[in-house]
């Protein structure tokens, strides 16, 4: 199906900087790391990445500092993503991120220059876009909720995951936002609520305009809106780096969403792909694109009721 509305991903650009160890570093421990690499990052653009590979098209908008940002400037660049970018003095954002030899991971984020986004930068930014548009949002840049009031009388359809929370999340009224992207511990920490049950009782109650897609791990997870519930699958894999599973998961979704497919659709392809992006290493570099998702899907002989 073609793509009718723009997307707008205002989110973070980050340097990730992976250490493979044996286990996550502990307390007081010094570890040696097993391998070491660089590569690009940030929630923002991860999901950036993944929209593009699940084939719609997009627009990135963020700052990276002068001092390191041509780094990722250039691979927007040879991945086909437009952009409109800001660059302010110093260092862009990095982050430290421990993978153990079972694939789980611990990240440490510096926001460096995604904490440089002014009321200024984001009116230019947004005057490119029309009604109907998509925003996407995470929780790594600054004026948030100036973007969100911003977006909303602009009357853009807002997709939001509040990742990382912290209290700043609080300032942002999810009457605004149009879908809720989230995992159990970030249902918890909105909520106050720990099962699935009560985490969709909650916003359902406080939020009833909300679209929520609570992701539940190995369980798979759950769509609400106010009319329905949709539960869909996780697929397994054996897996080697975690650390990109859920920007894959929100981009797919998120692409095929604005390319008209249907909600259990983009759901199940989007929870295909973060399991394959859980198969290879690193963030953006483990993203599978749209083809490779189709020929895993041939090559298993695998007989998805939701393909259609």
């Given amino acids: 199906?073609?793509?009718?509305?723009?997307?707008?991903?205002?989110?973070?650009?980050?340097?990730?900087?992976?250490?493979?160890?044996?286990?996550?570093?502990?307390?007081?421990?010094?570890?040696?790391?097993?391998?070491?690499?660089?590569?690009?990052?940030?929630?923002?653009?991860?999901?950036?990445?993944?929209?593009?590979?699940?084939?719609?098209?997009?627009?990135?908008?963020?700052?990276?500092?002068?001092?390191?940002?041509?780094?990722?400037?250039?691979?927007?660049?040879?991945?086909?993503?437009?952009?409109?970018?800001?660059?302010?003095?110093?260092?862009?954002?990095?982050?430290?991120?421990?993978?153990?030899?079972?694939?789980?991971?611990?990240?440490?984020?510096?926001?460096?220059?995604?904490?440089?986004?002014?009321?200024s930068y984001i009116d230019k930014v947004l005057e490119k876009f029309d009604p109907g548009d998509y925003l996407l949002l995470q929780n790594e840049i600054s004026n948030l909720p100036y973007i969100v009031a911003s977006a909303r009388k602009k009357k853009m359809r807002i997709f939001f995951n509040p990742s990382p929370i912290d209290e700043s999340i609080y300032d942002i009224d999810l009457n605004d936002v149009d879908t809720i992207i989230i995992n159990e511990t970030e249902g918890y920490r909105l909520s106050a609520y720990k099962t699935s049950f009560e985490i969709l009782n909650y916003f359902k109650k406080e939020y009833p305009n909300l679209t929520v897609v609570l992701t539940l791990g190995s369980r798979g997870g759950i769509y609400a809106d106010k009319d329905k519930e949709i539960r869909f699958k996780s697929y397994p894999v054996d897996p080697i780096d975690t650390t990109g599973a859920g920007d894959t998961f929100l981009g797919y979704y998120l692409a095929n969403i604005a390319r008209g497919k249907d909600v259990e659709y983009s759901l199940n392809i989007a929870s295909l792909a973060a399991a394959l992006a859980c198969s290879k290493e690193g963030a953006a570099s483990s993203i599978p694109s749209q083809e490779e998702v189709e020929t895993y899907i041939k090559a298993n002989d695998m007989e998805l009721e939701w393909i259609r």
């Fill in 1 to 119: 199906m073609k793509q009718k509305a723009k997307i707008l991903n205002f989110g973070s650009l980050n340097i990730d900087k992976i250490y493979s160890l044996d286990h996550i570093v502990n307390e007081g421990e010094t570890i040696s790391s097993m391998a070491y690499k660089e590569g690009v990052g940030g929630k923002g653009l991860n999901q950036s990445v993944a929209i593009k590979r699940a084939g719609a098209s997009l627009f990135h908008a963020g700052c990276v500092g002068k001092v390191d940002g041509k780094f990722l400037i250039n691979y927007l660049k040879d991945n086909a993503i437009e952009s409109f970018l800001k660059e302010s003095p110093g260092n862009s954002g990095h982050a430290i991120i421990q993978v153990d030899k079972n694939a789980n991971n611990s990240i440490i984020v510096e926001a460096g220059a995604n904490k440089e986004i002014d009321p």
